[in-house]
């Protein structure tokens, strides 16, 4: 198993060829990845970390739009001959992962039709992905929003908590700063996170779904769909 969602649905004689001229490629929180249409050369398969993607508004250096963990890839955009980045993107914790050139891409692709396929699909949940986050960005509050994004957050997370600062909470989320404080008080108090120095861990993981707007089982329901993955416990975390 590679740890990546992705690359173990590759059937093994695909998956072997991949990782014979992949590399493992470090992943250092806080470091940006890409900047939005800065060009890129290499698929990146999280195994460990997460990583955020985001687009520049009018007020808001960096407004969230997608976060990829070990469920997904980043720069799939490769397979269609874009070789720039839509978006920027920041590890948010760090971890590790595949990286394969969009050189041996391009020499893999004719005798991978499984990797074309996953990679296909990836794109288009990710088009789901973004639609809802437009979405949720204008429709639900604050402590509904910030639900779903610690949800997300703790699926990619490598142990019961991770690092984040209210104060980057509220760049990625495009709020003020208090905004984030007041929403993460109410959701402390009620007992479904702990949060202490820029550190939150989810207590209560049902109370804090039921906290989340449902852009986060709409999200989860997308991907396990668009991917046509099993709906077992790891399904859907996207």
């Known amino acids: 198993m590679t740890e990546n969602r992705l690359l173990d649905h590759l059937p093994a004689t695909e998956l072997r060829r991949l990782l014979a001229e992949g590399v493992q490629v470090p992943l250092h929180g806080g470091e940006p990845l890409a900047a939005q249409d800065a060009p890129v050369r290499a698929l990146l398969f999280p195994m460990q970390g997460f990583v955020s993607l985001g687009a520049p508004t009018d007020n808001h250096a960096r407004l969230q739009v997608g976060m990829v963990g070990r469920e997904g890839v980043l720069n799939a955009q490769l397979l269609l001959g874009v070789a720039r980045s839509p978006v920027s993107m920041l590890v948010l914790e760090s971890g590790r992962a595949w990286g394969l050139s969009a050189a041996s891409l391009r020499r893999q692709l004719p005798g991978s039709p499984a990797l074309r396929r996953l990679l296909l699909r990836y794109l288009q949940v990710q088009l789901r992905l973004s639609a809802t986050a437009a979405g949720c960005l204008h429709c639900h509050t604050v402590q509904s929003r910030l639900a779903r994004w610690l949800l997300m957050g703790q699926d990619r997370a490598a142990g019961d908590g991770f690092a984040v600062t209210q104060e980057g909470l509220a760049r990625l989320l495009g709020v003020r700063r208090v905004g984030i404080t007041v929403a993460a008080s109410a959701l402390q108090l009620a007992g479904l996170i702990r949060y202490h120095r820029g550190w939150v861990a989810v207590s209560d993981r049902a109370g804090l779904?039921?906290?989340?707007?449902?852009?986060?089982?709409?999200?989860?329901?997308?991907?396990?769909?668009?991917?046509?993955?099993?709906?077992?416990a790891a399904a859907g975390r996207a």
């Open 209 to 232: 779904e039921a906290a989340a707007c449902n852009c986060y089982a709409q999200d989860r329901a997308n991907y396990r769909l668009g991917m046509g993955f099993a709906p077992d």
